[in-house]
């Protein structure tokens, strides 16, 4: 199942009505991370972070294939019919489409909270804790996500080099402050944190900055999303 054929796929299983930006990244072709490549990060990344599809470059954050998304959904979201110890509040069935992993057990999703068809908020949803919101919508988990990478660094000293060119192949999808902004974070010059990750804001920058372009009173909110036998 390619992506084109998810997202059919998605809209037809849920009833929704998936994000204009997804749906478009999907025809740009932006979601293609060629994932189940043996030596991924050594034969394919250098390849790919030329020209970064979405969110190449990130913190806890992986785009895996559509089957493979599929089968995460199935062990994230079960229903109380599937007879597992623990299932989604009713309130929240066929309310939340996942559409990346964060490599850690959790994942992203899309969460339709009072319309089907309006724009999604966007929720982590956590395998050992309360699930939370993260944006209020994909544009901005994508400013969000660009941002925190600053924050949180990367081991390569090419951080700089790699996040400008992601700007540069997702300046279709932000608004001209945005981009500006982005760009003014990209080319300060990266310093080694604590942990020994080059970095390119810190907490406080980061705070401000998000407040900024991506305000969203829920972040951060907790919410628990299942039942439990």
């Known amino acids: 199942m390619n992506y084109l054929q998810y997202m059919d796929y998605l809209e037809k299983t849920y009833e929704v009505t998936l994000p204009s930006l997804y749906k478009q990244l999907t025809k740009d072709d932006m979601l293609d991370m060629q994932t189940g490549v043996p030596n991924w990060y050594q034969d394919v990344f250098p390849k790919l972070v030329q020209n970064p599809p979405f969110l190449l470059v990130s913190y806890e954050y992986e785009l895996y294939s559509p089957d ?8 994230h979201l079960p229903s109380q019919d599937d007879g597992d110890w623990f299932y989604l509040k009713p309130e929240y069935e ?20 009072h319309d089907k068809h309006s724009e999604p908020q ?13 944006a ?13 990478v600053a924050l949180v660094g990367q081991d ?3 951080i700089k080099e790699y996040l400008l060119a992601q700007l540069r192949t997702h300046s279709p999808y932000l608004t001209p402050v945005q981009i500006e902004r982005l760009n003014d974070v990209y ?23 998000v407040d900024e372009l991506i305000p969203f009173d829920k972040r951060d909110e ?4 299942y039942e439990y036998e």
């Open 187 to 209: 080319q300060k010059e990266p310093v080694k944190n604590n942990h020994g990750d080059w970095v390119l804001l810190n907490n406080d920058e980061f705070d401000t900055l």
């Open 156 to 158: 390569s000293p090419n």
């Open 94 to 113: 066929n309310r939340l489409v996942m559409f990346a992993q964060c490599g850690n057990g959790d994942c992203y999703a899309f969460y339709y909270e």
């Open 136 to 148: 209020k919508n994909l544009q901005e988990f994508m400013v969000y996500k660009m941002l925190e």
């Open 68 to 75: 493979e998304m599929i089968a995460c959904t199935k062990d």
């Open 222 to 225: 907790t919410f628990e999303l």
């Open 122 to 134: 966007i929720v982590r949803i956590c395998h050992d804790c309360e699930s939370e919101f993260v």
